[in-house]
C-alpha cells in the first residue's frame, strides 16, 4: 500500500508558512537552494584569498588583512590556513551537500516518483532550519578570539587539538560540522522513507529516474556513514572542551613544553580512521546526485533513452557499496599497517571499475542520439569530460607507491577540483538551467546560459589543471608561502596564472547568478508545462506544481522515464504517465 | 659590411662564455627526471625507479583511454547533432558492450594493483626492507617548525640524552616544582606516565646549563640540514614530539607521516652525490652543481647558486608549515666517512650542549625501543638508560 500524506486540502498560508517555516518539498528546495548559493559565494570568495596569497605572496596581505583583521603585511600563516579551511568545510558542508542532498533532492524526488509531499514534512522543514544555524555557527568563528578552524577541511588531531590550536574557532568548526551533520541525516531518513514508501501506482523501483535512484542510494550513504563522523567531531569537542584525550597521545610537546592536566593515552590515527570512514563516503555524497541529474539532462537533451540504465543503478550501488571499503586510501602515507593499505589500494582500484562503467553508458547513451547543445546540456557534457580526467586522476593516487609522491600535493588538490568542481558543480548548474522552468515558470536565459558555461569550463581548465604538473613537481597542498622552497620557486608564473585564471572563473558565477534572479522575474515564460518533452513525472503537472504536487488524484505511470525516440509513437518522446493501448500500470 | 667584425663579436662572446664556465667548478644541476611531469630524480633505489615506472604505465593507460573516451566524445557532438524531423537511435543498451567496458578496465585495474605490490611491500614492511648492512641509522624529530636529526657519530651508538647526575636533580626539580602534572616514571604508583625526556623543557631547568654535560656523546645532532652517504641505505627512527608533519622527499620520491606517539621506521637511499668535502676543513661541504636563481617568479639571468636537495612538510602542521624545511646533502660515500668523523669528533670533543639542547628537548621516549632493534640483534644499553 503506498501512503499519502494529506496534503489534498488547500489550506490558506500565511507568509511566514509560506517562506520560512514551510513544510511544502518545494519551498524547501528553494530555501536549500538559495542558501546553498550564498553560501557558494562565500565558499568562492574564501577561495580567490588563497589564490590571491599563492599568486602574489608578497602583496595579498595588503588586501587580504584588513578584512579578516590580520596584522602585517603578508597573509599570517593561520590566516591563510583559515582561508583553505573555511573555503572547503563550505564548499562541502553548506553549498555542495546541502545543493545535492537539500535541495535537488527536496525540490525533485516527490514530484519524479509522484509524491505528494515528503514522508515526514516536518522533519523537512527542521532539516533546513538546522542547517541554517550550522551556517551561522561556521560564520561565527571567523569572529571569534584566535580566528576560525585552521586545521583543514579533514581537522587532523593533535593540531587540531586545543594545545596546538586555541581559540573557540576550531571548536565552533566542530559544532557546525556537527550539525550540518544532523540536518544531512533528518534530511537522508525522508528520502529514503519517501522513496521506499510513497511512489505512485505503477512507479517501480526500475522505473525511477537517475536523479531519483542516485539519491536514494545517497541518502542511505548518508544515514551509514554521517552519524560515525558525528562520533569523531563530538570526540574531537569532548577534547577540546572537556580535556578529554581521544586524540593525543602520551608524552607531547607544545612549543617544547610538555602538555600537561590531560590523561593522554589517545591514538591519531584513529581520528583518521573514523573521519575518512565518513568523508570518503562524503566524497561520493558529493558526486551521485549529480551522476543522476546529468544522466537525466543527457537523455532528454540527446532525446535517447539511458544507455544500460539497470548497470547505471548497478554502479552507483557498487560505488556506495566499496565507497565504504576505501577509506584507508587517504591514508596512505599516514603509517598505517602496511598490509591494510594494500587492501584499501586493492578496493580503491575496484571503485574506478563503476565510475568507468558509468562513463561508458554516457557515451553510449550520446551515440546515435539528436543532440541539442543547450545551457543545460553543455553543462551535463562538462561534468561527463571533466569527471573522466577527475576519474583517470584517481588512478595514480590509488596506486599506493605512486601515492608516496602525490599525496598531500596538489595533484590531489587537482583531483578533487576535477570530480567536485569539473563534476558535481557542472551537475548543479545543469540541473539548476533544467528544473529552472518548472521551479519558476520561466526560462533561464539561454545566451547567458552558454556565455557563463563557455566562460566557466575554459577558466576551470586553466586554473586546475596545472594543479596536477604542480603536484607532480612537489608542490605541497595547504603552504602559505610555497617559494619558501627552492624548488618551488619556478612555479610562481604558473601559480599566477592560474589565479588569474580564478578570478575570472570567480566573476563568471556572477553572470550566473544574474541569470538566474533576472530569469526569475523576467525570463521568457514557459509555454506548456512540459518545456524540454521529458517524461518523468515532474513535468506532467501544472507549472509551477501546486502545493499536493498533483492536482487531483496521482498519476499513474506505465513505463521507465526514458522511452525517447520511442518508435510506438509519432513524438520523440513518451512520458511516463501515457497509457498506450495495452498499457497497465 | 664585411663578415669580419660579426664572427668577431661572436668568437669574444664565446671565449667570454667559456671563461665564465671555466671560473666556475660548479656543473649546472641535473634536471632529468625520468618523465616530464616528475620532477629531477637523486635516487636510482628500487622504490623510487618503481615508482617512476608505474607513473609512466598510468600514464600511458591514462592517455589511451582518455583518447578513445574523448574521441568518441567528439564524434558524438559532431556527428549527432539536432536534425529537424529526425529521431535518435532507439536502445536501452548492448550486454556484450557492457561486458566488454567492464572487464576490459578490471583486467588493466587488477594488473595494476599487482604491479604496484612490490613496492610497496619494500617502501613499509619491515620484512622487505633492503637487508644491506651498512646501513646509516639516523633518529628524526619533528617539531613545529623544524626537522631535527641525530647520527649515532663515529661510535655508531645513540647516547643518552642526560647524564645520570642530570636526571637525579632535574626528578627532584620537577616533584619540587609541578602539581603533580609530571609524573615520575619510575615510580610504579605512576606507570605509563613520561616525562622524563620532558625534562630538560623546564624553563629553569634548561637554563641552568649544566645539566647537559655528557661526556662519551659524540652523536651529531643538527636542525635543518641532513648529510647522507649517496648509496647508502638511511634507516630513519621518525617520531613527531607535537603534531603530525610529513617527511617529504620529491627527488626520492619519499613521503611518510611522522605521527606523535607512533614512531616510524623509514628508510629511503640517495644515489646522486650533491656536495664534496672543502679540501681545508672537513665538517664544510661545497656544492658540486649550481641552479637558477628566482625572484618573485623571474629568472635572474646570470645569477647562480648552489644547489641544494630538499626535504619539504608536507602534512599541514600549524601556522608556520610553509617555513618547515630542510636540506638533504648528499656526499660520497668516502667523503661521508670523514665528513662523520670530523663531526662527530668536534661533537666529542667540544661541549655543544647548549647548541644541542634544542634537539635534546624533542626526545620523548614513548617508546623506547627503537622499532628496528625489534627486528635485529639487540645493541648494548645506552649510559644512563
Ligand atoms: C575513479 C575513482 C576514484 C579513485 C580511484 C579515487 C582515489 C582517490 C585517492 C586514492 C585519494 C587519496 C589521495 C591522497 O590523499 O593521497 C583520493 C582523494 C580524494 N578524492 Fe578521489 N578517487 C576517485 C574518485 C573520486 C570522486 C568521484 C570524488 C568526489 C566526488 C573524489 C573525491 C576525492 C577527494 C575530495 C579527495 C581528497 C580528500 C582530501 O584529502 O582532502 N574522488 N581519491
Ligand atoms: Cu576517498
Ligand atoms: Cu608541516
Known amino acids: 500500500m503506498l501512503l499519502q500524506s494529506g496534503h489534498d486540502t488547500h489550506h490558506k498560508q500565511s507568509f511566514f508558512s509560506t517562506y520560512v517555516w514551510s513544510e511544502d518539498h518545494k519551498m524547501i528546495g528553494k530555501q536549500f537552494m538559495f542558501t546553498a548559493l550564498l553560501m557558494y559565494a562565500v565558499g568562492g570568495l574564501l577561495a580567490l584569498g588563497v589564490r590571491g596569497q599563492l599568486g602574489w605572496p608578497e602583496t595579498a596581505g595588503k588586501f587580504i588583512n584588513p578584512i579578516f583583521g590580520w596584522s602585517g603585511d603578508k597573509v599570517p600563516g593561520e590566516g591563510y590556513n583559515m582561508l583553505f579551511t573555511m573555503h572547503a568545510s563550505v564548499m562541502i558542508f553548506l553549498v555542495i551537500i546541502p545543493m545535492l542532498n537539500g535541495a535537488f533532492a527536496n525540490y525533485v524526488v516527490p514530484l519524479q516518483i509522484g509524491a505528494r509531499d515528503m514522508a515526514f514534512p516536518f522533519l523537512n522543514a527542521l532539516s533546513y532550519w538546522t542547517y541554517v544555524p550550522a551556517i551561522l555557527i561556521l560564520a561565527s568563528s571567523f569572529f571569534v578570539e584566535g580566528g576560525s578552524g585552521q586545521g583543514g577541511w579533514t581537522s587532523y588531531p593533535p593540531l587540531a587539538e586545543k594545545q ?26 525522508n528520502y529514503i522513507t519517501t522513496i521506499v514508501k510513497m511512489r505512485a501506482p505503477g512507479m517501480s523501483f526500475f522505473r525511477m529516474p537517475m536523479t531519483t535512484w542516485a539519491i536514494f542510494i545517497t541518502a542511505i550513504l548518508q544515514l551509514f556513514s554521517t552519524p560515525v563522523l558525528g562520533s569523531a567531531l563530538l570526540m574531537q569537542t569532548t577534547d577540546r572542551v572537556f580535556g578529554s584525550s581521544f586524540f593525543i597521545p602520551d608524552g607531547l610537546a607544545v612549543s617544547g613544553n610538555p602538555v600537561t592536566g590531560i590523561a593522554g593515552g589517545g591514538q591519531v590515527l584513529m581520528w583518521q580512521h573514523i573521519f575518512w570512514f565518513y568523508s570518503h563516503p562524503a566524497v561520493y555524497i558529493m558526486i551521485l546526485p549529480a551522476m543522476g541529474i546529468v544522466s537525466d539532462v543527457m537523455a532528454c537533451f540527446a532525446r535517447k533513452p539511458i544507455f544500460g540504465y539497470k548497470p547505471m543503478v548497478y554502479s552507483i550501488g557498487g560505488i556506495a557499496g566499496l565507497g565504504f571499503v576505501v577509506w584507508g586510501h587517504h591514508m596512505f602515507s599516514s603509517g598505517m599497517n602496511p598490509f591494510l593499505g594494500m587492501t584499501f589500494m586493492v578496493s580503491t582500484m575496484f571503485i574506478a571499475l563503476p565510475s568507468a562503467v558509468k562513463t561508458f553508458n554516457w557515451l553510449g547513451t550520446l551515440w546515435g542520439g539528436q543532440i541539442t547543445f543547450s545551457s543545460a546540456m553543455l553543462n551535463a557534457l562538462s561534468f561527463v569530460t571533466m569527471f573522466v580526467i577527475g576519474g583517470l586522476s584517481g588512478i595514480f593516487c590509488a596506486a599506493t607507491s605512486v601515492d608516496m609522491h602525490i599525496h598531500d600535493t596538489y595533484f590531489i588538490v587537482g583531483h578533487i577540483h576535477y570530480v567536485l568542481f569539473g563534476g558535481t558543480t557542472f551537475g548543479i548548474f545543469a540541473g539548476i538551467t533544467y528544473w529552472f522552468p518548472k521551479m519558476f515558470g520561466r526560462y533561464m536565459n539561454e545566451g547567458l546560459g552558454k556565455l557563463h558555461w563557455f566562460i566557466t569550463f575554459v577558466a576551470f581548465n586553466c586554473v586546475f589543471f596545472p594543479m596536477h604538473i604542480l603536484g607532480s613537481q612537489g608542490m605541497m597542498r595547504r603552504v602559505a608561502d610555497p617559494y619558501n622552497y627552492e624548488y618551488l620557486k619556478p612555479m610562481l608564473g604558473l601559480n599566477r596564472f592560474m589565479s588569474i585564471s580564478a578570478f575570472v572563473l570567480g566573476a563568471a558565477q556572477i553572470i550566473f547568478v544574474f541569470n538566474m534572479l533576472w530569469s526569475m522575474k523576467k525570463g521568457r515564460k514557459v509555454e506548456s508545462d512540459n518545456p ?22 496521482v498519476p499513474t505511470v506505465y513505463r521507465g522515464p526514458y522511452e525517447y525516440s520511442s518508435p510506438q509513437v509519432a513524438e520523440d518522446y513518451l512520458p511516463q504517465t501515457t497509457k498506450l493501448p495495452g498499457d497497465s500500470a | 659590411m664585411s663578415r669580419f667584425p660579426k664572427v668577431g663579436v661572436l668568437a669574444a662572446w664565446f671565449l667570454a662564455a667559456a671563461g665564465v664556465v671555466a671560473q666556475d667548478p660548479r656543473l649546472p644541476a641535473p634536471k632529468d627526471g625520468s618523465s616530464y611531469w616528475l620532477p629531477p630524480r637523486f635516487s636510482e633505489a628500487y622504490v623510487p625507479l618503481e615508482i617512476d615506472g608505474l607513473w609512466n604505465n598510468i600514464m600511458v593507460v591514462v592517455t589511451i583511454t582518455s583518447i578513445v573516451v574523448y574521441g568518441i566524445f567528439l564524434w558524438c557532438m559532431v556527428a549527432y547533432r539536432k536534425k529537424e524531423g529526425q529521431k535518435a537511435l532507439f536502445t536501452h543498451g548492448n550486454h556484450t558492450l557492457e561486458i566488454v567496458w567492464t572487464i576490459v ?59 645520570d647526575k642530570a636526571r637525579a636533580d632535574a626528578k627532584k626539580w620537577l616533584k619540587e616544582n609541578t602539581e603533580g602534572g609530571i609524573d615520575d616514571p619510575s615510580d610504579p604508583s605512576a606507570p605509563g606516565r613520561i616525562f622524563e625526556d620532558a625534562i630538560p623543557t623546564m624553563p629553569k631547568l634548561r637554563d641552568s646549563g649544566k645539566y647537559w654535560d655528557n661526556a662519551d656523546d659524540d652523536d651529531i645532532l643538527s636542525a635543518g640540514s641532513l648529510v647522507v652517504p649517496a648509496n647508502r641505505v638511511v634507516r630513519a627512527d621518525m617520531r613527531s614530539v607535537d603534531v603530525i608533519h610529513a617527511f617529504y622527499i620529491p627527488s626520492a620520491r619519499f613521503k611518510q607521516d611522522a605521527v606523535p606517539g607512533k614512531p616510524m621506521d623509514i628508510h629511503f637511499t640517495m644515489s646522486r652525490v650533491t656536495h664534496k668535502l ?4 672537513p665538517t664544510k661541504l661545497v656544492a658540486l652543481y649550481y641552479d637558477d636563481v628566482w625572484v618573485d617568479g623571474v629568472k635572474q639571468e646570470g645569477q647562480r647558486r ?13 601556522g608556520n608549515h610553509t617555513k618547515m624545511g630542510a636540506k638533504l646533502f648528499v656526499l660520497s660515500e668516502s667523503d661521508w666517512d670523514k665528513w662523520n668523523q670530523a663531526m662527530s669528533a668536534k661533537a666529542a670533543g667540544e661541549n655543544d650542549r647548549k647548541n644541542d639542547q634544542n634537539v635534546w628537548r624533542l626526545w620523548n621516549n614513548q617508546d623506547k625501543v627503537r622499532p628496528w632493534e625489534r627486528m635485529l640483534p639487540p645493541v648494548p644499553k645506552y649510559p644512563g638508560e
Not at chain 1, 557546525?176 to 544531512?184: C, M
Not at chain 1, 524540454?532 to 488524484?553: A, D, M, R, V, Y
Not at chain 2, 672543502?278 to 676543513?281: G, L, S
Request: proline residues 10%; hydrophobic residues 40%; charged residues 15%.
Open chain 1, 164 to 189: 596546538w590550536t586555541p581559540g573557540t574557532g576550531q571548536t565552533l568548526w566542530l559544532i557546525g560540522a556537527f550539525t550540518a551533520g544532523a540536518s544531512s541525516i533528518m534530511g537522508a531518513v
Open chain 1, 532 to 553: 524540454w518533452k521529458s517524461n518523468s513525472l515532474e513535468w506532467q503537472t501544472p507549472t509551477p506544481p501546486p502545493h499536493g504536487n498533483f492536482p487531483g488524484p
Open chain 2, 105 to 163: 578496465p578490471a583486467g588493466i585495474l587488477v594488473w595494476l594493483a599487482f604491479a604496484q605490490m612490490p613496492a610497496w611491500r619494500q617502501m613499509k614492511v619491515p620484512q622487505d626492507f633492503p637487508t644491506d648492512k651498512n646501513q646509516l641509522r639516523l633518529e628524526i624529530f619533528a617539531q613545529q617548525f623544524a626537522w631535527n636529526f641525530r647520527l649515532p657519530g663515529n661510535d655508531g651508538k645513540f647516547e643518552s640524552f642526560l647524564s
Open chain 2, 278 to 281: 672543502d679540501e681545508k676543513d
Open chain 2, 306 to 318: 648552489d644547489f641544494v636537495l630538499e626535504i619539504a612538510c608536507a602534512e599541514l602542521c600549524g
